[in-house]
């Protein structure tokens, strides 16, 4: 699994201008835009880009050849989602750190409950777009997991014009209590682990 | 070493179906046209594709249970699919040396300075050549117990193919006790290389066959018609009738060379026995 992680760090990594260029978009919305807009942005973009990964994979057969190397169908599955979920993260985190750098500010208590809703909300996104990019061609996944990410960002828009008129301590307590946070980390796990056993189950019977 | 029994995949216009023993050390070729199915078998043996019946064993375990030891000691190219081809040499050899305990990186550098593989250029920069030779290089530095190589001399000049070959030659005397399983279109590649030939046609194992029999033995009479009327066809495997001469593939080439010295025979060889089952009736 090492291996194959190894593998998707130094494929995304020949992407760099992408990076740095979502990386600066990120900034200024971060800059520009209500948190909320701007974190669960930064976090389609963040699992966007991981996922991408699919597509190396699948563009030359790669994926053929990975399973002939010391690995099985199970470890492809299970580094997918480690290595997805680890990049949005990152990307999130690296967001944050760096429009806390500009805008030299702190964040308090409130805003890490809601960053770390808008994190399992997206971990609930990645449970659904990967079973996708694994049981479909490139092609016909790219459709899917495109009409997935539209049906989750139009609310993220309009949320962002919903929230605008209100202070930004008043938006965060309108979406994110404590039990909230709960109620939805725990849907993100049982969504991610329901989302691990049919990306396993689909791997597992397929003919590459 | 590898074994399958009574293997079937069925597809809309096609069915494999082949049973076949491979034993530790032996340096098999996997012969046939194309869509005669040695891909699909290679994909079948490496569970990249899931079989309908039957069963296949490689190292005395299921092929879909290996673990990654058991997979350690394989090696692996196949025709159209590679690392991909964003990635440089160097970023592979990362990626090796993660997954291959025996993975060895100072042979791996030095054939690929050998070869004129830069190190710092990316896949896609590579000639098919080029390609192919980072292909077997990747499938040998680990020194695997077993290579399964599907047609790893296409679409390259002599030039490529004799360096391909060399490689392979240099792992052979290095690792005597290794099993190779390849597929070529190429026979004199597999003449230089080979302990045994499959042939296969239509999906399924037609003939298998020592090489050296194959040279030894094998022939194709040509004959006209008189002479295909009187001709004893006991050891006349195939048949095949071209432009009114007939072509008969035989196993027993001295018996017709001492009971018929003015009948036109020729010696087998891998092409031959190709287009005799391919055409042959």
Not at chain 2, 107 to 119: G, T
Not at chain 2, 198 to 209: A, F
Request: proline fraction near 2%; hydrophobic fraction near 45%; glycine fraction near 4%.
């Amino acid at each position: 699994m090492k291996g194959l992680f190894i593998k998707d760090i130094l494929t995304l990594k020949t992407n760099t201008i992408y990076l740095i260029s979502m990386l600066v978009l990120a900034v200024l919305l971060s800059i520009e835009s209500s948190m909320i807009f701007t974190y669960f942005f930064v976090g389609l973009l963040g699992s966007s880009f991981a996922t991408s990964s699919f597509s190396y994979d699948q563009s030359e057969r790669c994926l053929m050849y990975l399973l002939c190397l010391p690995t099985n169908r199970r470890q492809y599955v299970k580094e997918k989602y480690l290595f997805i979920i680890t990049v949005t993260i990152g990307f999130m985190a690296t967001i944050l750190l760096i429009s806390s750098l500009i805008q030299n500010t702190m964040i308090d208590i409130n805003e890490l409950y809601l960053l770390l809703a808008i994190v399992m909300m997206i971990m609930i996104y990645i449970a659904f777009v990967i079973p996708i990019k694994i049981a479909f061609p490139p092609e016909k996944a790219i459709i899917v997991h495109l009409t997935i990410t539209a049906i989750m960002t139009i609310p993220l828009i309009a949320s962002n014009g919903l929230y605008a008129d209100l202070s930004q301590a008043d938006a965060i307590k309108a979406i994110v209590d404590p039990m909230g946070l709960i109620c939805i980390s725990i849907s993100a796990f049982i969504c991610l682990f329901v989302s691990y056993l049919i990306s396993a189950k689909i791997m597992a019977n397929k003919n590459l | 070493m590898i074994t399958l029994k009574d293997v079937t995949k069925h597809y809309n216009d096609f069915t494999l179906s082949l049973s076949m023993d491979i034993k530790e050390g032996a340096i098999s070729a996997f012969v046939g046209t194309n869509g005669a199915g040695k891909t699909t078998t290679f994909k079948a043996i490496l569970d990249l594709i899931k079989i309908d019946s039957g069963s296949i064993k490689i190292f005395d375990k299921d092929h879909d249970k290996l673990d990654r030891s058991d997979k350690e000691k394989i090696g692996v190219v196949l025709a159209d699919a590679t690392f991909s081809k964003e990635l440089k040499i160097n970023d592979v050899i990362i990626i090796l040396e993660t997954m291959y305990h025996d993975f060895d990186g100072t042979f791996f550098r030095q054939k690929a300075s050998d070869l004129n593989l830069p190190l710092d250029k990316k896949l896609k920069e590579f000639s098919t050549g080029m390609l192919v030779r980072f292909k077997v290089l990747c499938a040998i530095s680990h020194h695997p117990k077993l290579l399964l190589l599907d047609e790893p001399t296409a679409g390259l000049d002599v030039l490529a193919r004799t360096e391909i070959l060399d490689l392979l030659r240099d792992h052979m005397l290095k690792y005597p006790d290794a099993t190779i399983i390849i597929s070529s279109h190429i026979a004199s590649d597999l003449e230089a290389i080979a302990d045994d030939i499959y042939l296969i046609d239509d999906g399924n194992i037609v003939l298998h066959e020592d090489l050296d029999k194959v040279i030894d033995d094998y022939a194709i009479i040509k004959v006209d018609e008189d002479g295909y009327r009187d001709i004893d066809k006991t050891y006349i495997l195939k048949i095949f009738k071209d432009n009114g001469v007939y072509h008969l593939l035989t196993d027993q080439r001295n018996f017709y060379i001492e009971n018929y010295p003015d009948v036109v025979i020729e010696k087998g060889d891998i092409d031959k026995l190709l287009t005799m089952y391919a055409k042959g009736e």
